[in-house]
């Protein structure tokens, strides 16, 4: 079929939704992506010529660069519609190399939303490709460029071959190699609460110990608490105080890149680059039956807050029509965006609040509905009215001693009618409904319970977390993180332990020579403020050239001395302790890709190998002549097992405590839930909550 107009995209799912939107006078085809970039084989940047790449067409995209330019030959006219973001107006440049365009023609169209009305009005107002834009890309890449292809080859010869090191990598693992060495420095402090429980009437509820005569007071020890518990003589408690007030709380913004991956991990147990793959596929298009194929949201790499005026307008008639008018918040105040955040396009949300997740459920997979759900609820709420709670403070005495009881009610529900906002430890909020109390009322206690604490070391970095302390510092942008991520773990920098990053040796040894040798690398302010300075160039207030020399020069003098004073690093094979079966040969841990593990000592000639498995101290309830070891899945999940697998095939995902059940004698086990961890009989004739 004869053709005008030809349009080229990154995808083929994108391909097939624009052009149904087209018409037949547009063919739109697919890059697949970057089709030139800087060569794998080498550095391909001329430091001497004004850091000059040097751009190759990358190797199995010949077919693609052929058909491109025989499209294009067959078109009156070629419109460049890649993401709208530096990546997108780079690959926008060069397919115009490529294919010989006029980077002073019109021919660069951009939208925000795979929609049909948005991609018809995108292609009613072309322009130049943004050559700022560009820059700001070319600057990334040659900066990553230089750090990379400098400091890799130094690591592959004094530590091991396959390293690497990278600007935003390096600073991603500093950061979790220090909250590590904050844990391994913790020194855990005593302290004692004194929990209480209360009745009115049949009415319970619950206080907690605040002070003696009127004065906050710390429970540092035992004697402490004694103190305390040796003047509680009685049951009776007088209301002494109580305090009651409305409290708004006000709903989060529509979602930006980082936030919609950390709400994603803590809702949905989502790892970041699942995230960004399903939401890849919304943005892109998703077939509604007889509407065709549409794309669900907006585009997914942002850091902006901001909606358009249209989208408000449409959720703020939703939210009337379906909640009624008292929910819709019509003067939402502006929220501000991140600190070098950029503002080229809106934060991310639904195409239209009017396809609510119930209806576009037949049409979705369960991954797909569940995140379209996520930015659904989160935009709706965010055009929704606070809502507002009732508090209630009560303080109790008795001979001087005193507990509050904190209360809370829903009074008005407001935005929460669809979103309440995940929490970092997992637990959601309860409302803690207190009896009608008045001052001078007698209540009794039912039980007066002294536990003992320890402070606890600050938490590693789930990916959630690790993701807003790179974003909160100026680390890194939007399409930076779940690479970053990916690359620290697929070098075996750092390993995932109950969700949580732990930096394995290799990666403290990588540290420590990128910290002693380049500091500026690993220096979060230099590197925030690297990030500055690329925006700026996208603004063109800078020029890329100066801002990579900038950096390149002091960089260039720490290279030299580091190929100087380095000197080779050992990872010296550890002795396992015991012979290998097969040849007698004595057994060593060695350091792999994927972690430690046992090799036999005569290899090549032996090539016996077994995984690293760790006892818990616990006898096989099963055979009871094993030991009970952890091992992980293939899934890297934690699980139990029994160490003469297979003549016993013991295994648990919960971790067996070494008793049994009093009531049906299975084995208990130790079981993770909210808030905590408890002892349980798999069978649920048991439990009890473990001593935090």
């Not at 600007?167 to 005593?190: M, T």
């Not at 013991?650 to 079981?671: A, M, Q």
């Amino acid at each position: 079929m004869a053709y005008k107009y030809l349009v080229i995209v990154e995808s083929p799912a994108k391909a097939k939704t624009i052009e149904k939107y087209l018409g037949r006078n547009y063919k739109v085809v697919a890059s697949v992506g970057h089709i030139r970039d800087l060569p794998k084989s080498k550095m391909g940047i001329d430091v001497e010529n004004n850091y000059e790449p040097h751009y190759i067409s990358i190797r199995g995209k010949g077919d693609v660069i052929k058909s491109l330019r025989s499209a294009a030959k067959k078109a009156q006219k070629v419109y460049l519609a890649s993401d709208p973001d530096r990546e997108g107006e780079a690959i926008a440049w060069h397919l115009a190399h490529l294919l010989g365009l006029d980077l002073n023609e019109k021919n660069r169209v951009v939208f925000n939303e795979i929609t049909k009305d948005a991609v018809k009005a995108a292609f009613k107002e072309p322009r130049t490709i943004d050559l700022d834009l560009v820059d700001a890309q070319q600057a990334r890449r040659v900066l990553d460029r230089l750090v990379g292809y400098s400091i890799s080859p130094i690591l592959w010869r004094k530590v091991k071959k396959g390293l690497s090191a990278g600007r935003v990598q390096s600073v991603a693992l500093k950061i979790i190699i220090d909250r590590e060495k904050e844990i391994r420095e913790f020194k855990p402090e005593e302290y004692w609460s004194i929990d209480g429980n209360f009745k009115k009437g049949r009415k319970k509820f619950k206080a907690n110990f605040w002070g003696i005569d009127g004065k906050k007071k710390k429970l540092p020890n035992a004697e402490s608490v004694k103190e305390v518990t040796s003047r509680i003589t009685g049951k009776d408690y007088e209301v002494k105080n109580v305090e009651k007030k409305e409290r708004k709380r006000n709903p989060a913004a529509p979602f930006t890149t980082s936030s919609l991956q950390q709400e994603a991990a803590r809702k949905l147990n989502f790892r970041t680059r699942k995230t960004m793959m399903v939401a890849q596929q919304l943005y892109e298009g998703i077939s509604l039956g007889r509407q065709g194929t549409v794309g669900l949201i907006t585009y997914m790499r942002t850091d902006s807050k901001r909606i358009s005026d249209s989208a408000k307008a449409e959720v703020t008639d939703f939210i009337e029509s379906t909640y009624g008018k008292e929910f819709a918040a019509h003067d939402v105040k502006k929220l501000k965006n991140a600190q070098g955040a950029q503002d080229a396009h809106e934060a991310i949300r639904p195409t239209s609040a009017l396809r609510t997740p119930d209806e576009m459920a037949k049409y979705l997979d369960k991954d797909q509905l569940k995140l379209y759900s996520l930015i659904w609820s989160r935009l709706v709420a965010s055009q929704m009215t606070p809502a507002i709670l009732d508090t209630m403070k009560v303080t109790l005495d008795h001979n001087g001693v005193q507990f509050i009881a904190n209360g809370s009610k829903v009074k008005f529900k407001g935005f929460m009618q669809v979103y309440v906002e995940g929490r970092d430890d997992g637990k959601e909020e309860k409302e803690n409904i207190l009896p009608e109390l008045e001052i001078g009322e007698m209540v009794q206690s039912v039980d007066i319970e002294p536990k003992q604490h320890f402070t606890q070391p600050p938490a590693r970095f789930s990916e959630a977390t690790l993701i807003r302390t790179l974003e909160e510092n100026g680390v890194g942008r939007p399409s930076t993180y779940a690479p970053t991520l990916e690359t620290i773990q697929r070098r075996y920098y750092v390993k995932l332990a109950q969700k949580r990053f732990e930096p394995t040796e290799l990666g403290e040894i990588v540290n420590t020579l990128i910290e002693d040798f380049f500091p500026q690398i690993v220096d979060v302010h230099f590197t925030a403020e690297m990030e500055d300075n690329l925006d700026k160039v996208e603004e063109g207030k800078e020029d890329w050239i100066k801002v990579v020399d900038h950096f390149y020069r002091p960089f260039e003098k720490e290279l030299k001395t580091a190929e100087e004073k380095i000197e080779k690093i050992q990872i010296k094979d550890e002795p396992a302790g015991f012979d290998c079966e097969l040849c007698g040969h004595p057994m060593v841990i060695k350091l792999g890709r994927y972690g430690k593990f046992y090799a036999c000592s005569n290899f090549p000639d032996c090539r016996n190998t077994k995984p690293i498995v760790k006892e818990i101290g616990v006898e096989c309830p099963i055979c009871h002549k094993g030991q009970v070891v952890e091992r992980k899945s293939k899934k890297n999940r934690i699980f139990y097992g029994c160490d003469r697998y297979p003549e016993c095939e013991f295994t648990s995902w919960d971790k067996p405590i070494g008793r049994n059940c009093p009531k049906c004698d299975h084995y208990l086990v130790e079981k993770k839930v909210k808030g905590g961890k408890q002892i349980v009989c798999p069978n649920g004739d048991y439990e009890e909550d473990v001593q935090k």
